[in-house]
């Protein structure tokens, strides 16, 4: 499926596939099982399921108040791929969600983290209706 | 290979200390060396297992300030960090000291000062040890538990309340322990009515923030006699290492780290899951007391919560006592102090000076967990023969 607010500057849920075929989301210099990074694959161009969520009342700084999470699990050409990420949303076991861009997931500001180390923006999960 | 012993444990108060980390290491290094009789001057390495000194108060180079606050100079010193897991990845480093000949007396001291810091900020400096996608998205180490936690009770059909049987078990079990944060005996029922954290997890399903320092003294066996009557043996140590993103395990619910560094430290060690008298373990979260016990070898897959729930973990009456300290939950958890303080327990069990919290016991374990089990050590000990 396409997200129909994505436009061709929204970045990629970058996963990795291997020459193996395992994929990792994100990607490493080597795969699970030894394997050499083949090709990249856009996530947010799929849709996954919620192994599990929780929503966390006590964030750390620059982070929404309450923070739902999930770790979902995509299904791609057979094989799985896992991702975790804020949800919109009610969610449930189980459920089908699908990424939406955002341009910053955190203000990285208060954090201990030096914001040049790393991005910001991503993928939220939001749940499909049915 | 040389058997390596311990002829000296201690550990400070925990809780909310005026002290800082420098002042907090000197207190248990200096009150570990003269409980044994051991001279500074005859300490050879000086291990100091510490998370995060720099990030919490701005003070670097601990291991060197402590030798020269203790008069342990000119020893070798060196900083052990392996974030939550740098206690029990000092017992290795101190192990590997004195095993391989490089030292023959070794200096252990574990320690954090962390309630200087807001809550918020003490668990960003802990949440940093995430992946960037982990981090961006405000993945904290509650977070993961409540993650686990849910896949857990979903999967094995476990009821919430086992849950709060592990913080309850130690919470009594820390009533015992004056050294612990909290003495105080938590009902089931006020932990079930407690703050949401990180849903399913309620506030009483996590330990607190902490200050505190612990330390044990390493010599070979062969000299032990020469320092104390009594001693105890690491017949067994090991670490792992597992993924750095926590959700690319293929099974959430098992600790593939904990059950590499149990294998090697049971092998090592001759002992197996059966042989256990008394066990430490890193009850950050309460559900990682379960994961744990699977992971070791205590319990099945998916039944570690029957235990729990039917006392076999109790001090009192069970069959294998779990965190007679009070564990991480009520003791307190200054992250680099947590690992040396579960075998400053063990020890105490196994020489028979644990007081009111004493189980019959001659082999103890330790598992000291790293961020979400990133990083994991376990050490079986035995009494001295």
Redesign the interface.
């Known amino acids: 499926m396409s997200d129909a607010d994505s436009t061709d500057d929204t970045p990629p849920m970058e996963a990795v596939r291997y020459d193996d075929g395992t994929i ?3 990607g490493h210099p080597v795969g ?1 099982d030894g394997g050499d990074p083949i090709e990249s694959i856009d996530l947010s161009e799929y849709t996954a399921e919620v ?14 108040e309450p ?1 739902t ?3 979902v699990e995509f299904t791609v050409d057979g094989e799985w791929v ?5 949800v919109d949303g009610d969610v449930s ?1 189980g459920q089908t969600v699908q990424p939406v861009y955002v341009d910053e ?2 203000d990285p500001e208060p ?3 030096a914001r040049d ?6 993928y939220r999960f939001e749940p499909v209706s049915e | 290979m040389e058997r390596v012993a311990i002829i000296g444990a201690s550990m400070t108060q925990f809780g909310n200390r005026s002290a800082w980390i420098r002042e907090l290491l000197a207190e248990a290094g200096h009150s570990c060396l003269t409980s044994a009789g051991v001279d500074p001057n005859a300490v050879d390495h000086l291990y100091v297992s510490n998370m995060a000194a720099g ?1 919490f108060e701005g003070q670097t180079g601990v291991s060197n300030a402590l030798a020269h606050d203790l008069g342990a100079l000119p020893a070798y010193t060196e900083r052990v960090d392996q974030t939550s897991a740098s206690g029990g990845a000092g017992i290795y480093a101190a192990w590997r000291s004195i095993a391989s000949g490089a030292s023959d007396m070794t200096l252990l001291v574990g320690g954090e000062k962390m309630t200087h810091r807001s ?3 003490a ?3 802990i ?2 040890l995430t ?10 180490l ?2 993961f538990a ?3 936690a ?2 857990y009770l ?1 999967r094995y059909d476990a009821p919430r309340e086992s849950l709060a049987s592990v913080a309850a078990k130690n919470h009594r079990n820390g009533v015992d322990n004056p050294k612990a944060q909290f003495q105080k005996a938590v009902s089931k029922e006020t932990i079930l009515e407690s ?7 309620r506030l009483y399903d996590f330990c607190p923030i902490t200050d505190g320092s612990a330390a044990l003294l390493f010599c070979p066996e062969s000299v032990a006699r020469e320092y104390a009557d009594e001693y105890v043996v690491v017949a067994g140590v090991d670490g792992a290492t597992d ?1 750095h ?4 395990r293929p099974d ?1 619910t098992w600790m593939g780290a904990v059950a590499e560094s149990a294998r090697g430290a049971f092998d090592m060690s001759g002992y197996g899951p059966d042989d256990v008298d008394v066990a430490e373990l890193h009850d950050m979260f309460t559900i990682l007391e379960l994961l744990q016990l699977e992971a070791l070898g205590f319990a099945d897959r998916g039944t570690a919560w029957q235990l729990a729930e039917e006392g076999y973990t109790d001090r009192d009456g069970g069959e294998l006592p779990v965190n007679t300290s009070g564990g991480l939950k009520s003791k307190g958890h200054p992250l680099g102090a947590s690992g040396v303080a579960q075998a400053v327990e063990v020890y105490e069990q196994l020489l028979g000076d644990a007081g009111p919290r004493q189980v019959s016991a001659d082999v103890g374990l330790c598992c000291n967990v790293g961020g979400f089990g990133n990083c994991v050590t376990t050490s079986v000990l035995e009494v001295g023969a």
């Open positions: 990792t989301y994100p699970p192994l599990t969520w929780t929503t966390n009342t006590a964030p750390p700084p620059g982070v929404r923070n999470l999930a770790i896992r991702a975790i990420g804020q076991i997931l955190r954090s201990v983290r180390s790393q991005d910001w923006d991503g | 990030e809550t918020a900020e668990t960003d400096v949440a940093s992946h960037p996608v982990e981090y961006k998205h405000g993945l904290t509650p977070s409540g993650l686990t849910r896949r979903d703050p949401i954290v990180a849903d399913p997890l993924t993103v926590v959700h690319e959430p």
